[in-house]
């Protein structure tokens, strides 16, 4: 893995709120740890054998599999990704009774993620005024190199956030990812700085409290202000 400054950041602002909804629904079972709150639950057998088989199809997606070095690798991730949200839209139409899993959700925060990248992506390629100057790019794209660090640093950034999210896929499946390379994987600590703090944070951050459950409970009870 390497490291890079977020070049934009992911608004899951939404997708957190249904998270922290989860908390006390479950004493015991699974933890399932997402940027700034942590839940349980305790999945049945379907959402199992659904959380298994999407870590087994995305674990070989060539994007969680490679490191990127020049244009051409990234327009091959982008590929990948495509492919990547295709596969994930796929199953989430199979899981139209099961929106209120934890898979369900997990899945909508992968592609959430991917779509915001390839949001970040499309501005991107639009090409910047020049003033008459004539800037260096790529001889196979037209990417500045400038801009193309933004590509990796972004395409770093997101391959993180879907690996972590694999992980807590992994944990409802009860399996290990497979087939990715030591070096391709991240730890389970999110990049918090990579996401827009949700505004109940500050909240739960002044009450000093340390138990994930109790804080997010404590979040719960933000007033009606502060969650417009």
């Known amino acids: 893995m390497r490291t890079f ?8 602002k939404s997708l957190l709120q249904r998270a922290r909804q989860k908390v006390n629904a479950q004493v ?8 700034f709150v942590t839940f349980n639950v305790r999945p049945d057998d379907l959402q199992q054998a659904v959380a298994r088989e999407i ?3 995305l674990a ?3 994007v969680l599999n490679a490191f990127e070095c020049c ?6 991730a982008i590929e990948s990704l495509q492919d990547v949200r295709s596969k994930l839209v796929e199953k989430q139409v199979a899981m139209a009774k099961m929106t209120d899993s934890p898979v369900y959700l997990l899945v909508e925060f992968m592609l959430e993620g991917i779509r915001q990248f390839l949001t970040f992506e499309q501005r991107l390629r639009r090409p910047p005024p020049t003033v008459g100057l004539v800037l260096p790019t790529s001889a196979d794209t037209g990417r500045m190199p400038a801009q193309r660090d933004r590509y990796f640093a972004a395409l770093e950034m997101l391959r993180a956030h879907l690996h972590r999210c ?3 896929m992994a944990k409802i499946a009860d399996i290990r990812i497979p087939k990715i390379a030591d070096n391709m994987r991240y730890d389970e600590a999110w ?6 703090k949700p505004e109940w944070l500050e909240d739960v951050q002044q009450a000093g409290c340390t138990e994930p459950r109790e804080c997010v409970a404590l979040s719960t009870r933000a007033s009606p202000a502060r969650e417009r």
């Open 55 to 57: 870590v087994i199809r």
């Open 28 to 35: 015991g079972g699974v933890s399932i740890n997402l940027p």
């Open 191 to 196: 990049q918090v700085e990579a996401y827009e």
């Open 5 to 12: 400054p977020p070049p934009f950041r992911f608004g899951l």
């Open 71 to 76: 244009d051409d690798c990234i327009e091959k």
């Open 60 to 62: 070989d997606r060539r």
């Open 166 to 168: 694999l992980l807590q």
